[in-house]
């Protein structure tokens, strides 16, 4: 006889549970919701899955979360839990501005905010959130850096990282809105190492057993701190199974019912990355909604995501833009508008550096000083493409954006002056071949 077996999506409540069927198993997104009930169906014998009530109290408890990241040696931004308004006004002083604040429990970055100055917070306090013992708010402070995320899974023994995720936009940002990279781009091998080693601390640390996710900020000088950790599975799971090749969600789920990662053939903490490039985008719904704040903050926006991949980041990127919806035009005017704050810093990449590209230009005007007759002084014939290749490595290390990549792969792979070397290299090699044939031409005209 065939066993008929049915999926049921309700809200779950503590007297719903303890009424249903026996045999019925429970896994719940470690939510509020979620946290609540875990305690009191535990001590009712009801039997859950996966990582216990101790392991949910350590990373979602503050006091007890810090206190663990200070016996791992981990660090984390300086932050403090408030219950009133003044509180949260002196705790912003000490920790300095800008800080994030955001209420206690939150899904999906609700009510979460950076604010700058003291009558903003103020405002935030008495407004947007309620706070009170029962209800503390969160000032933590907030570090602008590059924003990395992980997913992984824990056995109790060993822990596994299938990928590391590379957000494009700054902290600050929902990592539910932003573009996620895989494999990173701009991060060194020294962060990665660093990446590995507080994920494996935290998921034995912690308790977890089956999927975690983790979040980082690194800061310019490299460092590496820990924004918080959720003991459950998260949106990024299925992208980062599609592009590793690992099913994340099956991994886990025989790692819940008993079988290590080893049995499953899984030695190493992090596998070679691949060679493909893989791009979520959000897909946002602000064309249907009309009257929408399209500004991206620390509280969630998008409404869905799509994947693009190629076998550069480029193409990766645009084709995930066109799926969720974005028509890129190859023409055209962008309009950009920068905040008086951020002016000193987006500005730079616009200007070059003259004392920096004096060395290159001064290879390039040797290699065009070749193309002079030695006799009259005067610019001789020359090919398209030696000139292109000159002008074309003065254009790299003058340009602020990635422009050769997709004509020239290995660029991005390799720092301003190997490249110019190349391609220089290339214009002086297609010179040589072309003064050896224009002497041959030349040698046949003579002869007859």
């Keep these: 006889m065939k066993k008929l077996v049915v ?9 719903y549970i303890i009424e249903a069927k026996e045999n019925s198993v429970y896994q719940g997104k470690v939510s509020k919701t979620f946290k609540i009930l875990a305690k009191p169906l535990e001590e009712r014998g009801v039997m859950l899955i996966g990582t216990d009530c101790a392991a949910i109290e350590k990373a979602e ?15 984390q931004p300086k932050g403090q839990a408030v219950t009133n308004i003044e509180d949260g006004v002196k705790a912003a002083e000490e920790i300095g501005y800008p800080v994030l ?4 429990f939150v899904l999906g970055g609700r009510a979460m905010q950076i604010v700058a100055k003291e009558e903003h917070l103020r405002h935030y306090l008495k407004t947007a959130v309620e706070i009170d013992e029962d209800k503390p708010v969160l000032v933590d402070k907030y570090i602008c850096g590059k924003e990395v995320e992980i997913d992984a899974i824990c056995d109790g023994k060993d822990v596994f990282v299938p990928g590391i995720m590379e957000l494009v936009e700054r902290t600050g940002v929902h990592s539910g809105d932003s573009i996620s990279v ?17 994920a494996k601390k935290l998921g034995l640390g912690i308790g977890i057993i089956g999927l ?3 979040q980082f900020i690194v800061d310019k000088e490299e460092q590496v701190f820990i924004i918080e950790v959720n003991p459950r599975s998260s949106r990024t799971v299925p992208f980062l199974s599609k592009a590793t090749g690992y099913p994340l969600a099956d991994i886990a789920t025989k790692v819940i019912l008993g079988k290590s990662l080893k049995e499953q053939g899984i030695e190493n903490v992090y596998p070679k990355e691949k060679e493909r490039w893989y791009v979520k985008v959000p897909a946002f719904s602000f064309a249907k909604l009309n009257g929408m704040d399209a500004y991206l903050s620390p509280e ?6 799509a994947i693009g991949y190629d076998r550069t980041m480029t193409r990766a990127l645009y084709k995930a833009l066109q799926a969720a919806g974005m028509h890129l035009q190859n023409y055209g005017t962008v309009f950009c508008t920068i905040a008086d704050k951020d002016k000193e810093e987006k500005m730079k990449g616009f200007f070059v550096n003259v004392e920096s590209l004096k060395k290159y230009w001064d290879d390039a005007c040797d290699m065009f000083s070749l193309l ?9 014939e020359t090919p398209w493409r030696t000139i292109a290749s000159i002008v074309g490595a003065l254009v790299y290390v003058m340009s602020p954006f990635d422009l050769i990549p997709d004509f020239f792969p290995l660029a991005g792979y390799l720092d301003d002056a190997t490249v110019f070397a190349f391609v220089l290299s290339i214009a002086q090699d297609d010179l040589n071949r072309y003064r050896v044939w224009r002497k041959k031409e030349q040698d046949t005209i003579d002869m007859v």
């Design 212 to 214: 975690f996710n983790i």
């Design 182 to 198: 895989y494999p990173t781009f701009s991060i060194s091998e020294n962060v990665k190492e660093t990446i590995l080693d507080y």
């Design 61 to 75: 408890n503050r006091d007890v979360f810090e206190k663990l990241l200070s016996e791992l040696s981990i660090p």
């Design 7 to 15: 999926l049921l999506f309700v809200m779950l409540h503590f007297g």
């Design 101 to 104: 604040v955001r209420p206690s």
């Design 372 to 380: 002079k007759d030695r006799a009259t002084g005067k610019y001789i």
């Design 300 to 305: 969630m926006k998008s409404t869905g995501e």
